[in-house]
């Protein structure tokens, strides 16, 4: 490139240089030079300008060929975009149906274990009551042979003092101070036993209805899933 620089400032150089016709704006310069300098100046030039020229001149072949690959390419990419599109609606497809099998599959293994918690807290709870109603028999029992053995003593007693007035009279009192306090006793057992079992009953109900209204929620959810699964489905 600096030789076209140089031819070029040649050639200026020149032209001031050169004679001017009289009358004119024009001027003689030496042909022989001049023509030596635009050929040192057309050597100089780089090949690429003459690669330029090529292409400007075979610009609408090029144009052509690249919209022809243009299309080419797009026309695969659609292809290609068809091919993913039907492969990702497959998958979709594929893992919704697994999906509802799943879902299917969960809501009857939670029913089966709803059931099975329920029949397990009815045995637990007639096993309570069974023993809770034999706690209660066995205190019932005790109170009433305390209550027996109470007043067969108090009897006695009365029968070995029945001889002296005083005694007997004391004896009276004895025997019924501790007839009354074998009858509270016996009362009070027997309350306790009342409140023994009516504890044990409520502890179970609570549980129980806990139990209840947890399977009861669970199962709700459960079905409140599978209706949406459904209904995004539909």
């Known amino acids: 490139m600096y030789r076209v620089f140089e031819a ?14 009289p009358m004119t704006s024009n001027c003689m310069v030496p042909r022989n030079d001049m023509l ?5 100046l ?3 030039l780089p090949v690429e300008i003459d690669d330029a020229q090529d292409v400007l001149d075979k610009e609408a072949e090029i144009l052509r060929g690249a919209e022809e690959r243009a299309r080419g390419m797009v026309a695969d990419a659609e292809a290609q975009a068809g091919d993913i599109v039907g492969r990702a ?5 594929n893992i919704v149906a697994d999906a509802r ?3 299917t599959d969960l809501v009857a293994k939670a029913e089966d274990d709803a059931d099975h918690m329920v029949s397990s807290a009815r045995r637990e709870a007639e096993d309570t009551v069974t023993r809770a109603q034999a706690e209660a028999d066995r205190l019932i029992e005790d109170g009433n ?7 067969d003593e108090g009897i006695a007693e009365q029968e070995r003092l029945v001889s002296d007035a005083e005694i ?11 007839v009354d306090s074998a009858t509270a006793d016996s009362a009070r057992l027997r309350t306790e036993c009342d409140e023994f079992v009516e504890g044990k009953l409520a502890d179970f109900e609570e549980t129980l209805t806990g139990v209840l209204r947890t399977v009861t929620r669970d199962r ?12 995004r489905s539909e």
């Not at 609606?89 to 497809?93: G, I, K, L, R, T």
């Not at 042979?145 to 007043?151: I, K, L, N, P, Q």
């Not at 709700?220 to 209904?231: E, H, I, M, N, P």
Request: hydrophobic share 35%; aromatic share 4%; proline share 0%.
């Open 8 to 21: 070029l400032d040649e050639l200026n150089q020149t032209v001031e240089q050169a004679y001017g016709v």
């Open 36 to 40: 030596a300098l635009l050929d040192d």
């Open 42 to 44: 057309r050597n100089a």
């Open 89 to 93: 609606q497959e998958d979709a497809d």
């Open 101 to 103: 099998r799943h879902a």
């Open 145 to 151: 042979t305390s209550y027996r053995r109470s007043v």
């Open 168 to 178: 007997v009279r004391r004896a009276n009192e004895e025997a019924h101070r501790i």
């Open 220 to 231: 709700q959810a459960l079905r409140r899933g599978a209706g949406v699964s459904r209904r």
